[in-house]
């Protein structure tokens, strides 16, 4: 597909990390535009397995953007600083994350209630013109699909590259009605370029939200995409791919993260745990009794036994 329509992969904490964008890129090919799950301040300081995972991905070359949350604009001139410091001029803000504890304190989609502290953090993009560019991934409120409204004006003085939009509130967590007119009204008041955010599935989802929306700039598909991990290659193609070669590309996707993570972490618990986020995205490749073994298994070795069953 020759057009300049945007495939973005979405942060998944725990999921998305330097390993799997080294191998979905290879897999995806060109293009597609990859963004770290939330960089964050703790205990007063940037964690530094977060800053170590941004120095593997540039070394790999992936096309990718890091996300920082924050809960002031001194958190804020942090996580950027450090972003610089890793050798990136392109920063995500999360304005959407909806886990309490993060919300509460102001961070995520806590920050779409708190338009005095956006006003600040806007003066910091600003100081930063010309060095970093920075877009912003949101929902649409907390509790209230229309609570955007509170912010979009500030959004709009910012330069941003884009908008990407969950069309959910952040009660919501990741599951029910999408606001499907929220979505259109607030990308209608937006002077940034759109990008649609939720349950992308196949290429059928992707050519029907751009029928819709003609507007958009691009999609950014999360779950949708580690379970079908050959979504946006089938897509450009123009063709879905028969089963068995989603089946085989989405398995040797994950034998190659457990290779990866049986060399890099320490100990089968610590590689098993690690894999555990990803059961739910392999169910429609493996039988559910084998499924069942391969979480079940006390050692890397039993795993590695079942998938390779499942292979
Ligand atoms: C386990 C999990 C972790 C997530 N971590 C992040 C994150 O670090 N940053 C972020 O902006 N969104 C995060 N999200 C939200 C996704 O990026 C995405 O917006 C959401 O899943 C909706 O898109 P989807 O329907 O394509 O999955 C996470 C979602 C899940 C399920």
Known sequence: MDDDFRLMCAPLQ???????????????????EYFTPFLRVEHGDVRRRDVSELAVSHRDGVNLTPQVIFRSADEFTMLVDT?????????????????????????????LMRPDVLAEVAERVESYSGR???????????????SWRGVVELLNAMPLDHVAIHPRTASQQYAGEIYYGEFESLAGELRHPVIFNGEVRTPGDIERLRERYPFIAGVMAGRGLLSRPTLFAEYRSGQEFDAESRRRAALDLHRRLVDEYASTLCGDTQVLSHLVAWREYLVDYIDRKLLKQMYKAKTLEAYRQALNRAM
């Open 14 to 32: 725990g999921l998305t990390d330097s390993a799997f964008r080294r191998f979905h890129t290879s897999l995806a090919g060109e293009g597609v």
């Open 83 to 111: 972003v610089i410091a890793a050798g990136y001029d392109k920063v995500d803000m999360n304005m959407g994350c909806p886990f309490p504890p993060q919300v509460k304190k102001g961070r995520g989609a806590g920050i």
């Open 132 to 146: 970093v560019s920075f877009l912003v991934k949101m929902r649409l409120g907390i509790d209230c699909a229309d």
